[in-house]
C-alpha cells in the first residue's frame, strides 16, 4: 500500500468516525466490494478448475488416439490383416488402409 493510499484511508476514517451514518454506508459498501471480489474469485478458481479438466480430457483422448494410430502402423507393417488390425484399434478400415 503507497503512502497516498495509507493517508486517504487514515482521512476516511476520521471523517467517517465522526458520522455514524456515514460509516455505516462504508462498512456496507466495504462489505459489498469483499464480497464481489470473493465470487470473482470464486468463478475464476472454478473456471480454472474445468479448463485444466478439459484440458487434460482432450489431452487423453488425443493421446489415446495417436497410440492406436501408431499400434495400427506397426500392425501394418508386420503384414497383419487389415480386418484384424481394425479389430484390435478400433479403427475403421478406411483409417487402416491410409496409414
Known amino acids: ?23 455505516a ?4 459498501q466495504m462489505k459489498f466490494v469483499r464480497d464481489v471480489n470473493s465470487r470473482v474469485r470464486t468463478m ?3 473456471g480454472e478448475a474445468e479448463g485444466l479438466a478439459k484440458g487434460k480430457a482432450e489431452g ?3 493421446g489415446l488416439a495417436e497410440g492406436k494410430l ?6 501394418k507393417e508386420k503384414g ?8 484390435v484399434t ?8 491410409s496409414l
Request: hydrophobic residues 45%; proline residues 0%; negative net charge.
Open 1 to 23: 500500500m503507497s503512502n497516498h493510499q495509507l493517508k486517504s484511508a487514515v482521512e476516511d476514517l476520521e471523517t467517517l468516525s465522526k458520522d455514524l451514518n456515514a460509516r
Open 25 to 28: 454506508l462504508y462498512e456496507a
Open 44 to 46: 475464476w478458481e472454478r
Open 60 to 62: 487423453k483422448a488425443e
Open 70 to 75: 501408431a499400434t495400427a502402423r506397426k500392425m
Open 80 to 87: 497383419l490383416a487389415v480386418e484384424m488390425i481394425a479389430e
Open 90 to 97: 478400433e479403427l475403421s478400415l478406411e483409417t487402416i488402409e
